[in-house]
């Protein structure tokens, strides 16, 4: 199977090309193939004649979001558009790599993959943007939705994951004091990416899916566990959502329940693909380093 990855240098284009081995994987640079130009995009496709296409660019810092909403939706929903159309012109599938945030955060319980989007920010009305334009321009589709993604090669658009940002102010003995009142499912990029991976080599029918680990916690809870389990202490205190203007869900955990029906695993609980990332780190890094 041949995949090109826009977007394919951060978290889970990083982990896509290290779970895919036995696939031809191109991942042109923002500088190569930008996915707000069509052109570029279109001739990326015909150059490399993908089986599948996969948009995992995104402009995802929710309060630069809010500042330029020209920027967000020119590569959250633009972006999205140029892949899928492109995708469509070259006979490929199409894959949309989405966000929790479509949701409003006020169900209470896990979303399901067809439950009403309702976003509150403009982040998330970008993706849900993204979302409706790779529907309408691509019927071979596939919709993924990830939350709280962390990956060995961190995130470009906002300088490093949670994970790591934890363990750095933790290392240099700084005070950490982590939201508790925002609750989501973490997920490791490298299991979102084999997830993907399968979806695509057992040929999932079209449509939306969680690709997320299992479980849940509050964005507090996930800093604790990353201390406890890197065996690091902290002086870590729960706090409550600043009141900086831009709204976010408070419960915005995904709930898988499509990929067991096509014979996919359960993913593995969020805690144990966090104590994978954490003993990979020096590995991962040096791999990175050898390339």
């Not at 090109?4 to 896509?16: A, I, M, N, R, T």
């Not at 191109?26 to 948009?55: F, G, K, N, S, W």
């Not at 970008?126 to 589709?141: Q, T, Y």
């Not at 890197?230 to 976010?248: I, M």
Request: charged share 25%; hydrophobic share 40%; aromatic share 6%.
């Amino acid at each position: 199977m041949r995949l090109l990855v826009f977007g394919g240098w951060g978290q889970l284009g990083s982990e896509l090309a290290e779970a895919a081995p036995g696939h031809e994987l191109a991942r042109p640079t923002h500088a190569e193939a930008d996915v707000t130009d069509a052109d570029a995009v279109l001739a990326a496709a015909r150059a490399h004649e993908p089986d599948v296409l996969i948009d995992a660019a995104a402009f995802h810092q929710v309060e630069r979001c809010e500042r330029e909403p020209e920027t967000a939706f020119g590569v959250n929903a633009l972006g999205a558009i140029n892949v899928a159309r492109a995708a469509g012109e070259v006979g490929a599938r199409a894959v949309y790599v989405s966000t929790d945030y479509v949701f409003d955060g006020t169900k209470g319980e896990g979303y399901a993959e067809d439950d009403r989007t309702n976003p509150v920010n403009l982040y998330g009305l970008s993706k849900e943007a993204g979302e409706r334009a790779v529907r309408l321009s691509c019927p071979d589709h596939l919709i993924v939705r990830l939350s709280g993604v962390f990956g060995h090669a961190g995130s470009s658009g906002k300088g490093g994951n949670f994970v790591e940002t934890i363990l750095s102010k933790a290392e240099s003995g700084e005070a950490l004091s982590v939201v508790d009142d925002q609750r989501l499912a973490p997920t490791a990029a490298a299991d979102a990416a084999a997830r993907l991976l399968r979806l695509l080599e057992t040929g999932a029918p079209p449509g939306t899916y969680h690709l997320v680990n299992r479980g849940s916690c509050s964005w507090f809870e996930f800093a604790r566990a990353v201390l406890e389990v890197a065996g690091l202490a902290a002086d870590l205190s729960p706090r409550s959502t600043s009141p900086d203007g831009v709204a976010r869900p408070a419960f915005s955990v995904l709930a898988d329940t499509r990929t067991g029906s096509l014979g996919l695993p359960p993913a593995r609980p969020w805690r144990e693909a966090l104590g994978w990332y954490l003993s990979e780190r020096d590995a991962a890094r040096l791999r990175r380093s050898l390339r």
